[in-house]
């Protein structure tokens, strides 16, 4: 066997080259379809919800109750099941950032509820929220300049 | 009729965005926190040239679900108040409209990690 000679610039491709390769077609598929159930799911809540609410609250509280259903999902360590064959399927819905904020906060209790729980929370979604409201902020001030 | 065809377009565009997501990973192996930033991001551009908001109206949760619709509440919640309360209203704006998502996501976050036991992940 040849002998690999690792360099700072060479890690990453040999780290890929030994990954386990996983058919790109099936993990495609799966996405979207865990994806698009997801999304149908949030659809049969803003339905429900549409009841009571107009059609604004009713989406926020739809995505709002996907949220709280994914966090005991991973509390039950069910989610992160679904998450090992869905990849973005499970990632890009609201329910993947969910948990994200869940997952971090239950691994950490152990370092105790202030610099465990309460810091690992935003692991990822410190770097979601800092992103979103910086660009909501330049967006909104960008539309008063030129007034939209 | 009207009901079922929304649920048959949440499920295509939702399944589209996630599949975008996929592809996306597949060829940069980005991790899940760049993607979800970099989907957020997306969103919040679109929606500043107005765009996303067209896309909710035809598909529903199909596209307020996925991460990008986050970040489309957050540019439209901002902008909306900039356009009633100015430079006030832009600093406040985004998180308003996004603090029921935020507020939940903390709360059963901690509710979780004080009901739930760690546990090992499966290899």
Known sequence: MAQYEITKDNYKEYVFEKMPKSSHWKNMFWAFVVGGTICVIGQAFIELYSIWFNSQDASVLASGTLVFIAAMLTGFGVYDNIGRFAGAGSTIPITGFSNAVVSPALEFRAEGYVYGVGAKMFLVAGPVIVNGVTISVVVALLTLLFGG | ?123
């Open chain 2, 1 to 123: 009729m009207e009901t079922f065809l929304m649920f048959v377009k949440a499920f295509l565009v939702g399944g589209g965005i996630c599949l975008v997501g996929q592809i996306i990973i597949n060829y940069t192996h980005l991790t899940n926190g760049k993607i979800l930033v970099l989907f957020l991001i997306a969103g919040a551009i679109l929606e500043g040239f107005g765009l996303y908001s067209k896309l909710i109206d035809f598909a529903g949760a199909g596209a307020s679900v996925p991460i990008s619709g986050f970040g489309c509440a957050l540019v439209k919640g901002a902008v909306k108040a900039a356009k009633q309360d100015g430079v006030y209203g832009a600093l406040t704006g985004g998180l308003a409209a996004c603090a029921t998502g935020i507020s939940i996501a903390i709360v059963s976050g901690y509710l979780v990690s004080v009901l739930f036991k760690p546990r090992t992940k499966k290899k």
